[in-house]
């Protein structure tokens, strides 16, 4: 069964940037949507950032202009740039596809997406 593998989690200092990656585990997973949520320790997870294959993006309010969303179609490899990194920015990072949400679907129905990864851990000190 195809599963995601996400990677470039870190502790960096506020103001800081990372980028993290996601790559199916099989190369001929093309999924549709893919995107980015997290889960702060005591909160609930949320979605971030979500891209679908037609190029359409949809970002929670609170990264909007800090983070970008993009895919290698070629590899079906996600990635997820994060800069002015705060540490309201600190949690675990997964990683979601489906085969037919689109982006705005994906980003406020993510329980409901098909396939997820293991997690990136993402911190951020002040």
């Known amino acids: 069964q195809v599963h995601l593998v996400e990677s470039g989690g870190d502790s960096v200092q506020a103001g800081g940037s990372l980028r993290l990656s996601c790559a199916p585990s099989e190369y001929t997973y093309s999924p549709y949507c893919m995107g980015w949520f997290r889960q702060a320790p005591g909160k609930e997870r949320e979605g971030v950032a979500t891209?679908?294959?037609?190029?359409?993006?949809a970002y929670a309010d609170s990264v909007k202009g800090r983070f970008t969303i993009s895919r290698d179609n070629a590899k079906n490899t996600l990635f997820l740039q994060m800069n002015s990194l705060t540490p309201e920015d600190t949690a675990m990072y997964y990683c979601?596809?489906?085969?037919?949400?689109?982006?705005?679907?994906?980003?406020?129905?993510?329980?409901?997406?098909?396939?997820w990864g293991q997690g990136t851990l993402v911190t951020v000190s002040s």
């Open positions: 979601a596809a489906d085969l037919r949400m689109t982006a705005i679907q994906a980003l406020g129905n993510f329980w409901y997406l098909e396939i």
């Open positions: 891209l679908d294959i037609d190029g359409n993006t």
